[in-house]
């Protein structure tokens, strides 16, 4: 890879790797399955994010497998194409949280977005292959217990733990924190959702938006809401 090393390239390869996971982030598997297969704009149903969880309950379940699988691998590509050019796994790990930050926010959507599990464990899957591991089996968890948004959070802060003992890269810690941070920022953003006016509610829904990923408290009501409850709602 020497003819890719130099004064020229030592920041225009990572910056173009980020922009490339950004642009590959921002291409939405969930919205085109659901216009394509259910005549359905998505955004106008349950949650309105764009992910596999929104296709499942209101397009069909065999079409997750798809949307997933898209999800995980343009978080993977960008991050691995970093380590095949010997960006080191810093740039690996910006380039994937890049893809996560552009499912979240997209730029062909008008910034409306996912939230941005699938692409998380894309980045994982080409950092620290064991973080897709762990954080399947806590969400999991969550799921069995009835609720996983925030086990979510429970997979990333320990999984520096899980690094540290058996000897990942020095990227894991701050790409878990990093995806905190997103994650917080896109339940509380909540695809521009109106918050209730200052209030009681207000600081009820904000909660639920943190630890819960939704403005609800009942998850089903939430993710199975149809447009015309939302505009009433």
Same mark, same amino acid.
Not at 33 to 36: E, L, T
Not at 109 to 114: D, E, N, P, S, T
Not at 178 to 181: P, Y
């Given at each position: 890879m020497s003819a890719l090393s130099g004064p020229n390239t030592r920041y225009l390869i990572p910056a173009l790797l980020i922009l490339? %996971?950004?642009?590959?982030g921002s291409l939405l598997s969930a919205y085109w $399955? %659901?216009?394509?297969v259910g005549g359905k704009d998505l955004r106008d149903y349950g949650s309105g994010a764009l992910g596999g969880s929104m296709v499942y309950e209101h397009v069909g379940r065999r079409w997750v497998v798809p949307v997933?699988?898209?999800d995980v691998l343009k978080a993977t590509v960008p991050a691995a194409l970093a380590l095949w050019l010997d960006q080191g796994y810093g740039v690996a790990a910006a380039a994937g949280l890049a893809a996560a930050v552009g499912h979240n926010w997209s730029i062909w959507?008008?910034?409306? %977005?996912?939230r941005g599990m699938g692409t998380f464990a894309g980045v994982w899957l080409a950092v620290y292959w064991p973080g897709v591991l762990w954080m399947i089996g806590w969400i999991g968890l969550g799921w069995r217990? %009835? @609720?996983?948004a925030p086990w979510l959070f429970v997979s990333l802060i320990t999984l520096p733990i899980l690094s540290w003992l058996t000897g990942g890269p020095d990227a894991v810690a701050p790409l878990a924190g990093?995806? $905190?941070?997103v994650t917080l920022l896109k339940r509380l953003e909540a695809n521009r959702r109106p918050l209730p006016p200052p209030g009681p509610q207000r600081r009820r829904v904000i909660l639920l938006r943190l630890l819960l990923d939704? @403005?609800?408290?009942?998850h089903n009501e939430w993710i199975r809401q149809q447009p015309d409850e939302k505009r009433e709602g």
């Open positions: 490339l %996971g950004y642009l590959l $399955i %659901g216009q394509w997933v699988v898209f959507h008008r910034f409306h %977005g996912g217990l %009835g @609720d996983s990093a995806m $905190i941070l939704r @403005d609800l408290a009942a």
